[in-house]
Structure formats: structure tokens, C-alpha cells
């Protein structure tokens, strides 16, 4: 009986050691919510809003019900007018549901002074729908996210997707080695909140050495083969109306 129990008992330890380090379903969705602060307020929205929502995100946070969130600034500015975002990072419509409850029992104490921050009605939404994102941890904190919109012509999206596959994700998985690089992916929106773009490619960054890496990685692809992901994506897309910012990430967790 021994001899029979102890293979099992071996057999049970090395199924639960595997299941344990099985990692996080990945997100399907990510919340951003636009502000625009008034000038001079910045520091004064920053320390409010976490004041209000970080014990609230914690809980989420530990109850898996929220996958990671943050507060973001436009490092380099266009021509939008908002000042922060926050993003959350979600499993899928039932975490948004699970926000929403805990948004609802929230203390709202500090609110009537964090709107008193604000350009009024300045708040915007985006929810976006993960397409492609990479699944390793990133290997150091994020400082930066590297953001690109694209309009993609009609009935073009999987030519878009293709691409990213071949083009973005090989560049990508070598620049997460190197360990500046990560998480990154490709999105859509999940609900047409903003018709001046269809897609969203992000970046995060540790170091904005990464961008010059990826200028290396770029010119170290062969003439032709550069070229014709050029061609490519000037077919399945409107290129004038590519956007590219770069946002400082000034609070993130986990």
C-alpha cells in the first residue's frame, strides 16, 4: 500500500506545482479614461485620485478581478487637449462588471474636489479589445508606453493583424529579452468611442533607449523585406492618419 500511495502522493505534488505556476489568463480589456486637468492642478489630481481609488483598485488587484492599472501623461503632446489617463486592465466584461459594483461602494468623499481639478465635461473613454499581446512578465518597471493609431481601411483588419504578426511580434519577443520592452500588443476598440482611429498598437517601456533599439532592429532587416511591410501597411490603412505619442507612466500597479 506504501509503495502505492507514495507515487500518487509525488504524482499530486508535481500536478499542483504546475497548475500554481500557470500563469494569469490574459487581459481581453483595457479601460482608458481620458482627463484634461486644469493648468496647475496636476499634482493636486494626481494625489486625489489616488487617494480615492487605490485602496479600491488594491482590493480588485488581489481579488483578480482587475489585471494591473495606472496613471499615464502625454510626454510627447498632439493635438489633444487631455492631460492624464488611467488605464485598467481587465479579464473581460464580467471584471468590468465587478469594477462597476465596487466603483458604486467607493468612498466618494474625495470626489466634488478631484471634479474641482478638471476642465469641465473634458472626461473621455476608450475601451480597448487585446487582439495580440505578448505573454512573458516584463523583466523591469514600465516608465513609458510607446502608443500608435492606425485607421484600417475596411475589411482589412485580419491584413492588419497579419502583419503584426509578422512584422511587429518577432521585433518585439527580441526586444523583451533585452529587458527594456514589455508588455506590448495590438488592439481594437471594443466600443467605437473615438472615429479618429481603429487600431492601437502600445509599447511599454522601461528605458526610451528601447526606441533606439528598435531603429537598430528596423535598418537590421533586409532593404526589400522593410520596404515591402512599408507597402503593405500603406495598402491596408489610411497612413496620414497614423498618430504616434509617447506617455509617461507616473503611478502603476502591480
Known amino acids: 500500500m506504501r509503495r502505492f500511495v507514495l507515487p500518487i502522493l509525488v504524482v499530486f505534488a508535481l500536478v499542483t506545482s504546475a497548475l500554481a505556476q500557470q500563469p494569469a489568463p490574459l487581459p481581453k480589456l483595457t479601460w482608458i479614461r481620458y482627463y484634461t486637468v486644469q ?84 472626461i473621455r473613454d476608450v475601451v480597448l479589445r487585446h487582439i495580440i499581446q505578448s505573454e512573458a512578465p516584463p523583466k523591469a518597471a514600465p516608465k513609458y508606453i510607446d502608443v500608435s493609431t492606425y485607421v484600417v481601411k475596411p475589411g482589412r483588419a485580419n491584413d492588419a493583424v497579419a502583419l503584426y504578426r509578422e512584422w511587429a511580434v518577432p521585433m518585439l519577443t527580441a526586444a523583451a529579452m533585452r529587458g527594456n520592452v514589455g508588455p506590448w500588443g495590438l488592439s481594437s476598440q471594443a466600443i467605437d468611442t473615438n472615429g479618429s482611429w481603429t487600431h492601437m498598437t502600445w509599447t511599454f517601456l522601461s528605458d526610451l533607449n528601447a526606441l533606439g533599439d528598435r531603429e537598430t532592429d528596423m535598418m537590421a532587416l533586409p532593404a526589400n523585406k522593410l520596404m515591402g511591410y512599408d507597402v503593405r501597411l500603406r495598402d491596408l490603412s489610411e497612413p496620414e492618419k497614423h498618430r504616434e505619442q509617447i506617455l509617461r507612466v507616473i503611478y502603476a500597479a502591480p
Not at 499634482?43 to 487617494?51: E, G, K, N, S, W
Not at 495606472?70 to 489617463?85: L, N, S, Y
Open 39 to 122: 493648468p496647475g492642478k496636476g499634482d493636486t489630481f494626481v494625489r486625489l485620485m489616488r487617494q480615492s481609488s487605490q485602496k479600491m483598485f488594491d482590493e480588485l488587484l488581489a481579488g483578480k478581478k482587475v489585471q494591473a492599472w495606472g496613471i499615464v501623461v502625454p510626454m510627447t503632446h498632439t493635438d489633444e487637449t487631455w492631460t492624464h489617463a488611467i488605464y485598467i486592465t481587465m479579464d473581460d466584461w464580467a471584471s468590468v462588471e465587478s469594477l462597476v459594483r465596487a466603483v458604486e461602494a467607493a468612498d466618494t468623499s474625495s470626489d466634488a474636489a478631484l471634479e474641482a481639478t478638471l476642465v469641465s465635461g473634458s
